[in-house]
């Protein structure tokens, strides 16, 4: 390692950092160092250590190092959730079906107004970097002029769908097969990587027009989303509907829909998934398709959530189905996903399970969700290398100073969680690729 004290594109951060390596080991340094140095134009990390240790290793003095306050961890990635929905999420909810009726089904149909979703575009994505969200996989409304408005205002590691419905929708938000597939296939020419063919749901789009999304992602070897397996009346009535149609008659389970139109594989991410049958597994692991785990959307109804039930996780870790975490905002009632960690920890206690720890949550809120989007060797961690992208959250001294990895975060997150308004603004700076992008 050569001397880098005179070198003067050199970063050295102070603070307390948090780096997630597993779903078993996260490292801490309570007072640690993480040096950066700048090839062409983008800031890499060297290495994350003991501060006093790399101080010396490397030759530093005092006047290049910044001291960084607050609890430091790479920045989240958010695997499913909706842009249009962020106005819903503190709608009564009673059930998943009733929800999406009779309160986000009519907000969604705002976004055909451009000006209206240029305006929540604009307002959205500064706020989802405020909580230290940095990329992940998102929904649009049906509407190309919300799809067009959410491009150019997120930042560039979110994929962006416009949702696909054709049918049992109302009647402002249904497209005919043709026109969906239209909007599908303009969409992936126009912002290629960045869209995401997605389907709402099997209920709500028909096989056809699920086939040629799955094929338009396919022939640019893009992303695919849907929803799958949320609540058993969501099942029951899947099966009702295509039990009725031609080359589905026979079919017994919900992933047998989206097998047949050709929409599974390893860039296809499912929603929930909370109620798979054993041969649901099996496929899921066969075709390598990924979980978007979305706690708090599936959390108890007294919780905000809309009380469809549990992820399996450690039946996805033995079936080896890869999952991440999600906020689903609006079926989520915040979005930052230090709420949802807290919940992922918190309801997986409730049942029993101790293995949720909130190193795994973490985890599974950064590295994982960077590896599906096919980042996992620049983002999601501190290993040398990768990008200088990291968070502050607030913590006091005494927060800082609670143990090891799980202890700290259980520390920074537990108090609030009777005041889960507070997690949205517990970040105090997000930082991607050594630049600001947001302080407060
Ligand atoms: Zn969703």
Redesign the pocket.
Known sequence: MPNLSSSPEIKAIRGAWLNPVSDERCGYSRDGLLVASKESDSWKVIELGDAEALITKHGLDSSQIEQEPGLLMPPFFDM???WVQDEVRDMPKASLLEWLEKYTFPKEAAFADPDFAEEKAAFFWKRILATGTIGGLC?SSIHKTALESAVRHAPKYFKIGNVLMTMNSPEALTQSDREAMELNSWASKTFGQRHVASPRFAPTTGPDVIAAASFAADSIDGFAQT?MCETQQEIDWVLSIYKEMPGFEDIDSYIQVYERTGFLGPKTVL?HCIHLSDAEWKLMAETDTVVAS?PT?NGPLEERGLGSGLFDFRRADLEEVRWALAS?IG?GPFLSMLDVMGSFVRQNAEAGNEAATFSRALYRSTQMGAHVLGLGESKGSFAEGKDLDFISVEASEEQLGAGNADEVLSAVISPHESNRDVYDSLVRKTVIEGESVFEC
């Open positions: 499913h959730f909706h929904y929803h929603g979305c959307s689903d079926g």
